[in-house]
């Protein structure tokens, strides 16, 4: 008995694991497969009908009209990607391979779900630049931060100041209780440093309990020590309750000012790091 292919297409789409969408000239979805549902959270039946730009992202729709306007005119699209909204709100990458089908009038797309390939990616890119802990800058980003800061700072005849910062005694904290604990206290620290500074400035870990903090557009010296004090208040009050009997670490900071302390980036922290080491040498 011969197959009726005809029937069975339909059957084989409704297999995809990617959804199949069939769309006219005025962008009404005329089919599309099951597999619609697990992408956008949409019955095939429920969006058969209506426009498919009414699911697209708002910041993508300029984009999507010209890929749609691309395959229109013959140009097959196969790499294109766009956000859609999910029926629960949340935000779907798709992926497209779209052509047209000019005998019926219609582009067929395939789409298929890369929101998890995105976020991946977005979080790889994110560590490449900030510390895993606390979520600040890292000491490459922050390199490179100060040094267009500087360029910055000399086209505009301004100044900026880069203080190097150092927890006393952190490895106490750490070897009484524990380095899990530890972990908390460097990340109270690093929120209490980013709620001292505007959204110009930057705060960074270097590594261990090393922060430093870039002072943007600067109008004078006393300006950057009452920032100095600000954050020195901010940063030995105490521990919530849920750490315990934990006393809040004290802190050495070394200032450095561009220009006067160095015209470059590598002259400027190691001249902060040296000021900060002299603090610290005093405590003993």
Known sequence: MPVDLNALYPKLTNLLLDAVFVVDQDDQIVFVSDACEALLGYRADELVGTPITDYVHPDDL?????????????????????????????????????????????????????TALRQAEEKLRFLAHHDPLTGLTNRSLFHDRLESAMRAAH???????????????????????????????LCMIAGRLEGCVRETDTVARMGGDEFTVLLTDIQSAEAVSKKVEEIIAALTAPLGAEFG?????????????YPTDGEDADTLLNHADDNMYRLKRRRT
């Open 62 to 114: 300029a984009d999507t009209r010209a890929s749609i306007v691309r395959v229109m005119e013959g140009q097959p699209h196969n790499d294109f990607c766009n956000r859609y909204i999910h029926r629960d709100g949340t935000i779907v990458y798709v992926l497209w391979s779209a052509r047209l089908s000019e005998e019926d009038g219609v582009r067929i797309g395939v789409a298929r779900d890369v």
């Open 155 to 185: 086209r505009h005849q301004s100044s900026l100041a880069l203080l190097f910062l150092d927890l006393n005694d952190f490895k106490h904290i750490n070897d009484t209780h524990g380095h899990a604990m530890g972990d908390r206290v």
């Open 245 to 257: 009997n934990i006393k809040t670490p004290s802190c050495s900071i070394g200032v450095a000012c």
